[in-house]
């Protein structure tokens, strides 16, 4: 009895999508390392009990990588040549690194369209009662080294962005927990960095300490917890090194306040990615910051799409409006439509063929003026309209066909 229950809880758990992992972090964080040692942890997690988990899948987003320690489903190397775009464009490393994203972005459509395919759980058929299938629980993506072309980059905006709309992301920091602890000006510039990323993506962010085989991260994360300990750090840096004005220790100190707050927003965990310890804790982490997701974030990501798809409609409305108006106004101008003018009475004498000669061209004058018209437009309209008064004085004076133009002519020369 306690085994079907399992397998139905795993069934219920498989039903929800694959939480996706974005791993960035400065250059030598070891990120490429880590990215093999989750990998690696899901794929074991997979051969020892196949029915109910599957391997994950895996996207490489950095172009200028010579070879991963990971097989990737998607490669952006695949799509982009990186050397020929730094050729063509004339670029140096990071600007090819970039157009490289750039032109990757363009494909994102099919990108959206493979994953959802492949990761997304599927319903069986109706009446089918084999078991499904167990999709990924997990997308993992390996980022540039160069972090600020991804995460500052229109192309990486996009990339999270569609990512974030079909799965739970959360960003996972990769942090050198040696070289941040060096100094507390190190630490901080981290910090600042993350919190940086944490706004301008928008998504859940775990910190990953890293490197904890050669470095235990329990001072970068007492810093993290209790301020009054890492200002303890910066006057112990100002009283050994007795040098400069102090200003650096006071923005440190009030730097270290204003991030507290930020502090308790944020999963820590600490691994070692050549070792493989704290993998678990990372991965209940990111369990956590699924639920996190869902609950938070997803509300208003759903929120800005609606915004989205409504100005987007509202955009389409004004459209037809305009061109509603426009075809109004032609119809106005060419008697047609609603605006279709009476079929007129064929003239029966060469005076009445006159006059309505003269009631035509005075009709598509008014009808073809325009604040526009040149002067010497406007001075051959204002001709032809005096001709038309004079024309209609003439007619009201004599009564009918008689006031003719030439009428007038007989009458005048009698």
Same mark, same amino acid.
């Given at each position: 009895?306690?085994?079907?229950?399992?397998?139905?809880?795993?069934?219920?758990?498989?039903?929800?999508?694959?939480?996706?992992?974005?791993?960035?972090?400065?250059?030598?964080?070891?990120?490429?390392?880590?990215?093999?040692?989750?990998?690696?942890?899901?794929?074991?997690?997979?051969?020892?009990?196949?029915?109910?988990?599957?391997?994950?899948?895996?996207?490489?987003?950095?172009?200028?990588?010579?070879?991963?320690?990971?097989?990737?489903?998607?490669?952006?190397?695949?799509?982009?040549?990186?050397?020929?775009?730094?050729?063509?464009?004339?670029?140096?490393?990071?600007?090819?690194?970039?157009?490289?994203?750039?032109?990757?972005?363009?494909?994102?459509?099919?990108?959206?369209?493979?994953?959802?395919?492949?990761c997304l759980p599927k319903?069986?058929?109706?009446?089918?009662?084999?078991?499904?299938?167990?999709?990924?629980?997990?997308?993992?993506?390996?980022?540039?080294?160069?972090?600020?072309?991804?995460?500052?980059?229109?192309?990486?905006s996009i990339l999270l962005?569609?990512?974030?709309?079909?799965?739970?992301?959360?960003?996972?920091?990769?942090?050198?927990?040696?070289?941040?602890?060096?100094?507390?000006?190190?630490?901080?510039?981290?910090?600042?960095?993350?919190?940086?990323?944490?706004?301008?993506?928008?998504?859940?962010?775990?910190?990953?300490?890293?490197?904890?085989?050669?470095?235990?991260?329990?001072?970068?994360? #007492?810093?993290? =917890?209790?301020? *009054?300990?890492?200002? !303890? @750090?910066?006057?112990?840096?100002? +009283?050994? &090194?007795?040098?400069?004005?102090?200003?650096?220790?006071?923005?440190?100190?009030?730097?270290?306040?204003?991030?507290?707050?930020?502090?308790?927003?944020?999963?820590?965990?600490?691994?070692?990615?050549?070792?493989?310890?704290?993998?678990?804790?990372?991965?209940?982490?990111?369990?956590?910051?699924r639920v996190e997701f869902?609950?938070?974030?997803?509300? #208003?990501?759903? =929120?800005?799409? *609606?915004?989205?798809? !409504? @100005?987007?409609?509202?955009?389409? +409305?004004? &459209?037809?409006?305009?061109?509603?108006?426009?075809?109004?106004?032609?119809?106005?101008?060419?008697?047609?439509?609603?605006?279709?003018?009476?079929?007129?009475?064929?003239?029966?004498?060469?005076?009445?063929?006159?006059?309505?000669?003269?009631?035509?061209?005075?009709?598509?004058?008014?009808?073809?003026?325009?604040?526009?018209?040149?002067?010497?437009?406007?001075?051959?309209?204002?001709?032809?309209?005096?001709? !038309?008064?004079?024309?209609?004085?003439?007619?009201? &004076?004599?009564?009918?066909?008689?006031?003719?133009?030439?009428?007038?002519?007989?009458?005048?020369?009698?």
């Amino acid at each position: 009895m306690a085994s079907s229950s399992t397998a139905a809880g795993a069934g219920a758990q498989q039903k929800q999508p694959p939480v996706s992992i974005v791993c960035v972090g400065m250059a030598g964080s070891g990120k490429t390392t880590f990215m093999q040692r989750i990998n690696s942890h899901l794929h074991t997690q997979h051969t020892q009990a196949p029915d109910t988990t599957a391997p994950p899948y895996v996207m490489n987003l950095d172009p200028a990588v010579r070879s991963v320690p990971f097989d990737s489903n998607i490669d952006i190397r695949d799509s982009v040549n990186y050397k020929e775009v730094m050729k063509q464009y004339n670029l140096g490393p990071n600007g090819g690194i970039l157009t490289s994203l750039n032109l990757f972005s363009t494909k994102i459509d099919q990108v959206m369209s493979i994953l959802e395919n492949r990761c997304l759980p599927k319903a069986p058929a109706e009446g089918d009662d084999t078991p499904a299938k167990p999709t990924t629980d997990h997308i993992i993506v390996d980022t540039p080294g160069q972090i600020e072309v991804f995460v500052w980059s229109a192309s990486g905006s996009i990339l999270l962005s569609s990512l974030a709309s079909s799965f739970p992301t959360v960003i996972a920091y990769v942090i050198d927990t040696p070289r941040t602890t060096e100094n507390t000006s190190t630490f901080m510039s981290n910090m600042l960095y993350a919190i940086s990323i944490l706004y301008k993506t928008k998504l859940p962010m775990i910190l990953v300490f890293n490197k904890t085989d050669v470095k235990e991260p329990t001072e970068a994360i #007492e810093w993290m =917890r209790d301020f *009054e300990s890492f200002q !303890a @750090a910066v006057r112990q840096e100002e +009283e050994e &090194e007795r040098e400069g004005s102090g200003y650096m220790g006071s923005l440190l100190n009030s730097m270290s306040l204003v991030l507290e707050e930020f502090y308790n927003h944020l999963s820590v965990v600490g691994v070692s990615a050549m070792t493989g310890d704290g993998v678990e804790d990372f991965f209940r982490a990111v369990e956590e910051k699924r639920v996190e997701f869902n609950k938070e974030y997803k509300p #208003e990501l759903d =929120r800005k799409k *609606e915004e989205a798809e !409504a @100005a987007k409609a509202g955009g389409t +409305e004004k &459209e037809m409006n305009r061109l509603m108006q426009d075809m109004e106004v032609s119809s106005r101008a060419k008697g047609t439509g609603k605006y279709k003018r009476a079929p007129k009475e064929e003239p029966e004498t060469v005076s009445e063929a006159e006059e309505m000669d003269g009631e035509s061209e005075d009709e598509a004058r008014w009808v073809e003026r325009d604040d526009d018209v040149p002067e010497e437009e406007m001075e051959e309209d204002a001709d032809g309209s005096l001709q !038309a008064r004079y024309a209609q004085a003439l007619k009201d &004076e004599s009564g009918g066909a008689a006031g003719s133009a030439a009428g007038y002519i007989r009458r005048t020369q009698g």
